[in-house]
């Protein structure tokens, strides 16, 4: 794993997407899998700039997002698809037939969700996917306790997340579907770089447990860990728990800046 730690969210977002962009730039047809939550939003700004001001081309560009509640329509405000369209997709030049989110009023689930592990083969794999992590740890919606080899399902989220998210139903809890469809923590284990983000002193010990901390199905990002090449952006509040913090630093501080983006 690698671990850059930055003064704070925009400089750590940034870093990131440079080498989202990167892979962009050497693969125009790079499969992206992508992340909701407020943690993402800064990286996607910084994407929309690229396109804009630099001219990142996501014309050839495929995404795949982690995970969709069930039971909200696309046009729903607090789905997903809205979540993506308004916050990235609207304002990149990405083809929408290019766009792949989990179908959250699917008729048959499991049938879509074995759909969408076959689209994602079929577009060669995820190069790059881009993490959040829960305040249980969960990647995704990959809650405690999930298979490491899990592929795209339903799941049943944890009472501590459905509170959690209320803030994006205008604090209502009972608004917050208790299920989602989510990857599996083995299909993200394939992409072929994982690209976490955190953020923010609540994310601490959510970071320390994920990097320093056992590989254990309670903490499900721990199995990061395991992934060849994952990287971990994260803020100065989040690096707090970190035992090896100042070791993280000087690594990163002391790379060319031509690998920072490898
Ligand atoms: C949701 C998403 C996760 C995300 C998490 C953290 O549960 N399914 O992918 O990582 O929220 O959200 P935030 O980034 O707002 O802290």
């Given at each position: 794993m690698e671990i850059i730690i930055r003064e704070n969210r925009q400089v750590a977002s940034e870093a990131a997407a440079r080498v989202v962009a990167r892979i962009v730039r050497e693969k125009p047809n790079a499969v992206l899998g992508l992340a909701t939550g407020s943690t993402p939003l800064t990286l996607y700004k910084e994407l929309i700039r690229l396109h804009k001001?630099?001219?990142?081309?996501?014309?050839?560009v495929s995404t795949f997002n982690l995970d969709e509640y069930i039971g909200?329509?696309?046009?729903?405000?607090?789905?997903y698809h809205i979540f993506m369209w308004e916050n990235l997709f609207s304002q990149?030049?990405?083809?929408?037939?290019?766009v792949h989110i989990p179908d959250?009023?699917?008729?048959?689930i499991p049938a879509s969700c074995a759909a969408y592990e076959r689209e994602i083969v079929a577009a060669g794999g995820i190069d790059v996917q881009v993490l959040g992590i829960g305040?249980?740890?969960?990647?995704?919606?990959?809650?405690?306790?999930?298979?490491?080899?899990?592929?795209t399902r339903i799941k049943t989220l944890t009472q501590q997340t459905v509170a959690d998210n209320a803030r994006f139903f205008?604090?209502?809890?009972?608004?917050?579907?208790h299920h989602c469809i989510t990857m599996g923590i083995g299909t993200i284990m394939d992409a072929r770089m994982n690209l976490m983000l955190a953020f923010g002193e609540g994310k601490a010990d959510g970071i320390a447990a994920t990097v320093e901390?056992?590989?254990?199905a309670i903490m499900p990002?721990?199995?990061?860990?395991?992934?060849?090449n994952a990287k971990v952006f994260i803020d100065e509040p989040a690096a707090t728990?970190?035992?090896?913090a100042e070791y993280y630093r000087w690594v990163y501080d002391g790379k060319p800046e031509w690998q920072k983006d490898a």
């Open positions: 001001e630099e001219g990142l081309d996501f014309s050839e909200l329509e696309k046009e729903h405000p607090q789905s990149i030049n990405i083809k929408p037939e290019n959250g009023m699917a008729v048959d305040s249980d740890g969960h990647i995704g919606f990959n809650e405690p306790t999930s298979s490491f080899a899990s592929r205008e604090g209502n809890e009972a608004c917050v579907p901390g056992p590989v254990t990002a721990s199995i990061l860990q395991h992934h060849p728990k970190l035992q090896l």
